[in-house]
């Protein structure tokens, strides 16, 4: 089993930043990729940011060259920080780690992009 538990989602200004962060535990060496997820009200869930256990990094076209995937190994942590926030960002955030036996997903942090 594996659990993850974001934090860092709230209410920001446009051009703002924020940084979340997904803390994972349990069976961590089953995992070999995390990634970030949003789902905006009435649509889909769709993928923002992913990064493997050799470190390669994957973005949304919508997404490149304003947010950035990292881990840190150590503190068994995925962060996804976002500048440059657009209204159109406002969405639950959602971490997911794929892993040996299936795929874990957190609880969900929201983020609104509003003035």
């Known amino acids: 089993q594996v659990q993850l538990v974001e934090s860092g989602g709230g209410l920001v200004q446009p051009g703002g930043s924020l940084r979340l962060s997904c803390a994972a535990s349990?069976?961590?060496?089953?995992?070999?990729?995390m990634a970030w997820y949003r789902q905006a009200p009435g649509s889909q869930r769709d993928l923002v940011a992913a990064?493997?256990?050799?470190?390669?990094?994957n973005y949304a076209d919508s997404v490149k060259g304003r947010f950035t995937i990292s881990r840190d190994n150590a503190k068994n942590t995925v962060y996804l920080q976002m500048n440059s926030l657009k209204a159109e960002d406002t969405a639950v955030y959602y971490c997911?780690?794929?892993?040996?036996?299936?795929?874990?997903w957190g609880q969900g942090t929201q983020v609104t992009v509003s003035s």
């Open positions: 349990g069976n961590i060496f089953s995992i070999y990729v």
């Open positions: 997911k780690a794929n892993a040996i036996a299936r795929d874990y």
């Open positions: 990064v493997t256990n050799g470190g390669r990094t």
